[in-house]
């Protein structure tokens, strides 16, 4: 998750210097500290007004995730769910310590603690399925709102470059210096655009992505605990876990 993330913003920075570049610009050119004020400080006003604190704290949830944190791989999940199976089978289900757990994930430890209070199989699965879906409700919450900066974005590059322009023709005494002026005032619009194509709408489609696999990993967990707590055959559990590591790599 991490990786690609990383890796698609500095390929879209590098095409974009690389267009400036081989089309004899010089970078300087494109650098206006106004305009980039307007552009992502009006972006951030109007989604501040649009948006509560608590989405906008789903918002940099979901990029910590996605630019520190990183996914756990249904792989690892798999893994340590077939050991607590063996743990499980061996001592029973209340023999399962929590604070021994590799895998700090919230969710996984919700779900032990209701296998360790005996909780019956079926409860389990209803209440899990509840978390599942108010964490996935976070990721569209989160998802919404870049949707939404996305769209304010070259909305404030225009009122920037609007600003620029209403400036420029106002005190305009040489008509040959129209095109330095219209460059200057465009700066605003191409900051706009720019934000909005290559980190706003790109981060709302990674929040949807994310979600899919998150939820993916969840089912994973919620499938493990339903047959930890009916005290199946690790082996059992391998085979159906590992039925959802497939499903994430294709």
Do not use: C
């Not at 089978?89 to 021994?100: E, V």
């Not at 019956?120 to 699965?125: A, D, L, S, V």
């Not at 209803?126 to 989160?142: F, H, N, Q, W, Y």
Request: net charge positive.
């Amino acid at each position: 998750m991490r990786t690609t993330t990383y890796l698609g913003l500095v390929l879209g920075i590098a095409v974009v210097y690389l267009a400036v570049v081989f089309k004899g610009g010089n970078y300087t050119i494109f650098t206006n500290y106004v305009a980039l004020m307007i552009a992502v400080g009006g972006t951030f006003a109007a989604t501040t007004l649009s948006s509560s604190r608590t989405t906008i704290g789903h918002g940099m949830s979901a990029v910590s995730k996605m630019f520190v944190a990183g996914s756990v791989p249904p792989r690892r999940v798999a893994e340590e769910m077939v050991q607590l199976a063996r743990q499980a089978k061996a001592h029973g289900a209340s023999s399962i310590d929590l604070t021994q757990l590799r895998l700090r994930d919230p969710f996984l430890v919700k779900g032990l603690q209701l296998v360790v209070d005996g909780v019956e199989p079926q409860r389990i699965e209803e209440l899990m399925r509840l978390e599942s879906d108010i964490l996935s409700e976070k990721r569209r919450a989160a998802e919404r709102m870049f949707r939404l900066m996305g769209t304010y974005s070259p909305m404030f590059g225009l009122v920037g470059t609007l600003i620029g322009l209403i400036q420029m023709l106002k005190g305009l005494t040489d008509p040959r210096a129209i095109g330095q002026g219209m460059s200057v005032a465009l700066m605003a619009t191409f900051y706009g655009v720019l934000l909005a194509g290559l980190f706003f709408l790109p981060l709302a489609g990674k929040v949807r992505t994310m979600d899919l696999d998150e939820r993916l990993v969840r089912d994973q967990i919620v499938a493990g605990l339903i047959a930890i707590r009916l005290g199946e055959n690790p082996e059992n559990v391998r085979e159906t876990l590992e039925v959802f590591s497939q499903e994430a790599r294709a």
